[in-house]
């Protein structure tokens, strides 16, 4: 079965850091690259990074730049997004999903709920 | 940056009824790179359209795409009570250095 799983998420204070895990499983993880995209209580979607299937590409948000880090692990077909100085404005679902046909978000988690309160 | 907005916010129709839904965008957009999602309350986003216009697996014919340039538009040619949800478009570059999510439309009774 096709799918990626994410975990990590809890409540933290302000200038905390937390890391998600995105375990992929039923393809190949290495010819994919992954997403990750947050959605705060009541709102829309917004993109937060993407790692290419190399591995080495990686972009961000603005907002996030400098605090978070996307990366993987092979042997273990996961991904991660570590998050540093968390803010009060990052509390959201966070949902890992696999980038598919023209890069696409084809395959998503059910998502992790990160709350950032003091 | 290129910034999306879809319209209208809120469309009212019912079962059986066509939707029409518009995305468009403040710089004109490679049509390889614009998506369609569907998201149900307290469920993850699922991919309905890539590439404009093409449908992704297992997504009913009921769904099109379509546009080019600045706009974009998804049609749901007859409504089932499934459809109801919050549509949202999305572009990125070919490089995924900026992805972007339209604000949504949500179709409802």
């Known amino acids: 079965q096709v799918q990626v799983v994410e975990s990590g998420g809890g409540v933290v204070q302000p200038g905390t850091s937390l890391r998600l895990s995105c375990a992929a499983s039923?393809?190949?993880?290495?010819?994919?690259?992954f997403y990750w995209v947050r959605q705060a209580p009541g709102k829309g979607l917004e993109w937060v990074t993407v790692?290419?299937?190399?591995?080495?590409?990686?972009y961000y948000v603005d907002s996030v730049k400098g605090r978070f880090t996307v990366s993987r692990d092979i042997s273990k077909n996961t991904i991660y997004l570590q998050m540093n100085s968390l803010r009060v404005e990052d509390t959201a679902v966070y949902f890992c999903?696999?980038?598919?046909?023209?890069?696409?978000?084809?395959?998503w988690g059910q998502g992790t709920m990160v709350s950032v309160s003091s | 940056e290129i910034v999306l907005t879809q319209s209208p916010g809120t469309l009212s129709l019912s079962p059986g009824e066509r939707a029409t839904l518009s995305c468009r965008a403040t710089q004109s957009v490679s049509s390889t790179y614009l998506a369609w999602y569907q998201q149900k309350p307290g469920q993850a986003p699922r991919l309905l359209i890539y590439?404009?216009?093409s449908r992704a697996t297992g997504i009913p014919d009921r769904f099109s795409g379509s546009g080019s340039g600045t706009d974009f538009t998804l049609t749901i040619s007859r409504l089932e009570p499934e459809d109801f949800a919050v549509y949202y478009c999305q572009q990125y570059t070919s490089s995924l250095e900026v992805v972007t999510f339209g604000p949504g439309t949500k179709v409802d009774v």
């Open positions: 790692i290419w299937n190399d591995g080495i590409r990686k």
């Open positions: 999903a696999r980038a598919g046909p023209r890069n696409a978000l084809d395959i």
């Open positions: 590439d404009a216009s």
């Open positions: 039923g393809f190949t993880f290495r010819s994919y690259g």
